[in-house]
């Protein structure tokens, strides 16, 4: 299922290593995927047991990190990989490290939900689920370049962060208004704002996989910069707002 | 001469032409160019071109039968004495054709010494085995000045501590890693430049192959060192540059961490990584 040299190793059962370790990394995106995608659901529909089964579902993620460590430092050590080989291992390694911490702001998402779902809806709640989807969006190509061993691809996503980051700062001076116009709203607004700043931050973290996936397959790092979305932090109302 | 960086990264470098792959020769302390080797009418290798540099430690991978101890036995016209070997092309040391029938083989050898893969101690003491590369080659004077470059070659061969009160004892009672120790005291004594091991570590177990592994670190300081290995791992612990041969031919020559991190060519990443068909 993975693209690998059609010449595989003269020792398969490095070959089937290999495989399974990619395979490990594939099921802990798969998830990390799902988590992302149930966390927004439990927002745009209220759905306070969805977000507790994503608040505990977070716990899979975090074991199959260890396992991948684990895993990591066993081939390390057995089967001294070089080249290609040794990049895979240490790519997953690294990608795996990125999802877990996807799979903690997107439990930390639904955390935030069973809070907003216990107070009066606020209007922009709309602009979260389209932030979702582009995150997911992202997400999922990466997770396929990472498959596909697919340099384009993975920079296609690499570049693409910069509209989620645009999304982010439109939504962050959104909530701003709201907040100014009803102090009531204060308090879901500043979860919304966590929330979206949360998505913001798995984007992040699906660029990096992007990078490592550009390490794993071409063997340099990347050298230039990502282009960058204007961002929430030089965000300040004016007095006519 | 097609040396720019974008040619550095294609991994279309033909397996023949080994041109990109080294410098101009300037500051090398051996240059080869197009070295053909042929046993015969079979050719051993083809159109070798490569720089050692000084004071780095060169190793030679590649599979069994790809040219790599042949090679290396170029470097120091050890081919000559093979029947039927004919070497082509130019190989210098420091700038001078040690082909060229001027070249006094035995002093070239004294200058470029080389260890074998079984250590060959001659069957005399661990004194004489040293005393003798010295003695033949008139570089004492006198027993004290002789006794000098005995202790000198053990210290720095790391073996003085464990030999010094039994220089008269037969070299050939030492352990396997204490006689590899002592060929290459053997070759130091002679106060050679470069330095040929043809699989110095195979014949020897994990804590022995370290402390030859560790010598060559420190013999690197004074000397031009040239490895032949199978073990891929120790060509990555003891080399500066890698240079990988396949069926006689060089296919890449790179700083060793870019060859097993990121080799450029298909054939080189097939072998270090185990995938050859």
Not at chain 1, 33 to 51: F, K, N, T, W
Not at chain 1, 109 to 135: E, S
Not at chain 2, 131 to 145: E, V, W
Not at chain 2, 220 to 235: D, K, L, P
């Amino acid at each position: 299922m993975v693209a690998r040299d059609a010449n595989g190793h003269t020792v398969r059962s490095f070959e089937e290593e290999l495989n399974q370790l990619t395979n490990i990394i594939v099921r802990m995106g798969g998830l990390a995927e799902a988590q992302l995608a149930g966390a927004i659901q439990s927002i745009v529909r209220r759905d306070s047991d969805l977000a507790a089964r994503m608040v505990a579902g977070d716990a899979r993620i975090d074991e199959m990190e260890q396992e991948v460590h684990s895993f990591t430092v066993r081939l390390l050590a057995l089967r001294q990989p070089l080249a290609d080989d040794l990049r895979a291992i240490v790519g997953a390694l690294k990608i795996s490290a990125e999802l877990e911490r996807i799979g903690d702001y997107a439990a930390n998402v639904a955390k935030r939900a069973l809070v907003l779902n216990q107070n009066q809806p606020v209007k922009p709640v709309a602009g979260i689920p389209q932030m979702g989807r582009l995150v997911q969006e992202i997400v999922n190509d990466v997770l396929d370049a990472y498959v596909e061993r697919d340099v384009e691809k993975a920079m296609a996503v690499w570049r693409r962060d910069e509209e989620v980051d645009e999304l982010h700062t439109s939504l962050f001076r959104e909530l701003v208004t709201y907040m100014m116009e009803d102090p009531r709203n204060i308090t879901p607004s500043t979860h919304l704002m966590f929330i979206a700043k949360n998505i913001e931050r798995i984007g992040d973290h699906a660029t990096n996989i992007a990078e490592t996936i550009h390490f794993l397959v071409e063997g340099k790092s990347l050298t230039q910069r990502r282009p960058k979305g204007r961002d929430a932090t030089q965000y300040r109302p004016t007095q006519e707002d | 001469m097609k040396t720019s960086p974008s040619a550095q990264t294609s991994i279309e470098i033909p397996p023949t032409a080994g041109f990109p792959l080294v410098s101009q020769g300037e500051g090398a302390k051996i240059a080869a160019r197009d070295v053909n080797v042929f046993y015969g009418d079979k050719q051993a290798l083809r159109n070798i071109a490569l720089d050692i540099k000084p004071n780095e430690v060169t190793a030679f991978i590649g599979p069994s039968g790809c040219g790599k101890s042949t090679f290396l036995r170029c470097l120091n016209r050890m081919n000559d004495i093979i029947d039927g070997c004919r070497v082509t092309g130019s190989i210098n040391l420091d700038e001078e054709d040690i082909y060229h029938r001027r070249i006094d083989v035995v002093q070239l050898r004294a200058r470029i010494g080389m260890v074998f893969q079984k250590p060959n101690p001659f069957p005399k003491s661990i004194y004489e085995n040293v005393a003798y590369g010295p003695r033949i080659h008139g570089l004492a004077r006198n027993k004290t000045d002789l006794d000098e470059i005995v202790q000198t070659s053990l210290e720095r061969a790391g073996l003085l501590g464990e030999v010094k009160d039994r220089m008269d004892q037969p070299g050939t009672g030492l352990s396997g890693g204490q006689q590899q120790r002592l060929c290459i005291a053997r070759a130091i004594a002679v106060n050679p430049e470069v330095i040929l091991m043809d699989e110095p570590c195979s014949a020897l177990d994990p804590i022995a192959t370290a402390k030859i592994e560790e010598l060559i670190d420190e013999l690197r300081q004074n000397y031009t060192i040239v490895i032949v290995t199978h073990s891929m791992q120790q060509a990555a612990r003891v080399s500066q540059r890698t240079a990988f041969f396949h069926l006689g031919n060089l296919v890449e020559c790179n700083d060793t961490e870019q060859i097993f991190t990121n080799p450029q060519h298909k054939l080189t990443q097939g072998y270090i990584t185990g995938r050859f068909g």
